[in-house]
Every structure is written in C-alpha cells, then in structure tokens.
C-alpha cells in the first residue's frame, strides 16, 4: 500500500464520522429557532443540576480505571492508579476526534509510562466490553419488559398507534437510522479486521489471550463486579440528574431515564464522535414516545450532550499535562 493511500484512509477515518455525525445534527436541527435554545440556556433551565451530574461522569471513568487495573494484576502488570485513570480520561478525549481510537490508545498509554504489555492490555480492554455489554443486554431485557405496559398505556391515552407513532418518521428519518445501523456495522467490521491484523504472530496471540482470561483469575471479583456496576451507575447518573434541568423532563421519573440513558447507550456505538447526531436522533425520539414535544426533546438532547462532551474533552486536556509530568517506570 502506498503512501498516499495510506494518508487518505487516516484522513477518511477522521472526516467520515465527523461528517456523518454533522449531517445528521444538521438534519435534526435545520429548522430550529435558535431563539428558543437561548432561552432555554440562560433562563429557560437550572443549571444547578448540570453541575451536580458532572462529578458522576467524572467517578465513571476512575472506576474504570481502578476495574482495569484489577484485571491486569493476575498477570503480573502493575499500573499505577493515576496512569490508569489519565490514560482513560485521554482515551475518551481522542475519541472525540478519531471514534474508536482511545481504546488502543490507552493500552499504548500505559505501555509508555508502566511499561504494561500491549497485547494483555488490548485482552484486558476486549474483556472490559464484553462485561459493559452483558450488564446493558440485562438490564436492557429487564427495563424493557418492564416498560410494555407503559408504552400500551400511552399509546391507549393518545389513541396514537405504534405504527401510527412510527409513522412520524419522516422519509430522512428513516434514512437515518438506516444509516446509522450500516454505520455500526462498518464500525464493527473494521474493529474486527484491525483485531485480526493486530495478533498475526503467536507471541501478540498468547498475551491477547491471557488478557481475555485475567477474569477468571481476579483476585475479588466481588470488588470487580461492585466496579462494573459502579462504573454504569454512574453513568447513569450523570444523565438522569440533567432531566432536573429543564421543566418539560423534571417530572418524568428514573424509569424514562432508564429507557433513555439505555437507547442512547446503543446509539453511541454508532462511529461519530461521542455519538454526535445519533444520541440526540435517539433520545429525542424516546422523550417524544412519552409525550415530550420534538422541539424540546431536541433541546434536551443539544445541550446535555454538549455540557457532557466538554467534560470528556477537559478531563482529556488534564490527562495531557498530568502525563507529561509523569515519570516513566
């Protein structure tokens, strides 16, 4: 492969998702009166609660951290607490630009710094997801199951219909979600090919594996499970303390937020940066499904999201210095 192709498929992996996300942030809002948004920003919500979620979203990423660590200790790779939690807050960070990059990022991170083997640390972070997505398949089967009811009673009280909900969708709508599943599915597919290319030799595949494996050899895995959890409720929390924000979501309750928060999990797995465009598709949608106005649903979603972005890219500039103070192992 040339150079120049090479050159062209970095600068592609950075501007597809950018624009991607773009387009469809400037579909949802090409008609909005941004009159309204700045109402809503300087008095039309209490920012009180915006800052009240903010540590949570803070927590999340430190018990990732310390959960981290705890996988890699069985096989003898000692990373320091504050490597660990630095080398998460910049993961994030660089994702904002490249989505999917932090993950190999971090373990090159702590490479540099505690001289931690690549390889188990890419193991450790492919047994990390496969964790977060078990613990949101459960309580997703569960919250669901749980909200039949609701979404019969609603559609009873409005004598709106599913399909006739459905059919609110315009015809960009639907192009839209199409999109974003193929998306995904691109996403995963270039995941896997550079997983493939990334353990070609059978030293990268015994040290991948042992970091697959470090689950089964954790030493607590009470305190790993408590960090599992940890880490998701305080997701959680980060999210559903900012319905306190504006008055058309105050009264909802946690079990729209559960629905919400679940959704837009789901939805950040498509590749935009921080799931531009498509969490804000998805919970405008899921506060529309419960009687929220598009128009402030849309709201909601453009200036939590962005609040919760800037945190991510903050605590990534932080990460910066407080690595460069670091001294390697």
């Known amino acids: 492969m040339t150079e120049s192709v090479k050159s062209w498929r970095s600068i592609l992996k950075i501007l597809l998702p950018i624009v991607l996300g773009g387009a469809i942030l400037w579909w949802m809002y090409r008609g909005m009166d941004w009159t309204t948004l700045r109402t ?78 690549f390889s ?20 997703s089967l569960v919250v ?51 997983f493939q290319f990334m353990t070609r030799t059978r030293s990268v595949i015994q040290e991948l594996k042992q970091g697959l494996l470090s689950i089964t ?27 306190f924000c504006f008055e058309s979501t105050a009264e909802l309750g946690v079990n729209v937020a559960v629905v919400a928060f679940i959704v ?13 465009g498509p969490w804000h598709f998805a919970v405008k949608t899921v506060l529309m499904l419960y009687g929220i106005n598009g128009n402030e649903g849309a709201i909601f979603a453009l200036v939590v999201h962005t609040v919760q972005t800037l945190l991510v890219a903050v605590l990534g500039l932080y990460a910066v210095g407080a690595l460069s103070a670091t001294r390697a192992k």
């Open 264 to 276: 837009g999990t789901f939805a950040v797995l498509v590749p935009t940066p921080n799931g531009a």
């Open 40 to 117: 809503a920003i300087t008095s039309g919500m209490d920012w009180t609660w915006m800052w009240l979620s903010l540590p949570f979203g803070v927590l999340a990423q430190v018990f990732r951290a310390i959960r981290w660590r705890q996988l890699l200790r069985p096989m003898g790779e000692h990373l320091r607490l504050h490597t660990s939690v630095n080398a998460i807050f910049l993961s994030y960070a660089s994702s904002l630009v490249v989505p999917r990059v932090g993950e190999v990022l971090r373990c090159g991170v702590v490479k540099r710094y505690d001289g931690v083997s």
């Open 217 to 243: 050899k954790l030493d607590g895995f009470g305190i790993f499970l408590f960090n599992s959890i940890a880490i998701w409720v305080c997701y959680f929390l980060h999210f559903y303390l900012t319905f």
């Open 144 to 194: 669901f199951a749980m909200q039949i009811p609701v979404f019969m009673a609603f559609f009873e009280r409005t004598g709106v219909s599913l399909t006739g909900f459905l059919g609110q969708f315009t015809t960009t709508g639907w192009l839209v979600t199409t999109v974003c599943m193929l998306a995904l599915g691109g996403s995963l597919v270039f995941m896997l090919r550079r």
């Open 120 to 139: 188990r640390s890419v193991g450790t972070v492919v047994t990390e997801r496969v964790v977060d997505m078990a613990i949101i398949a459960a309580v």
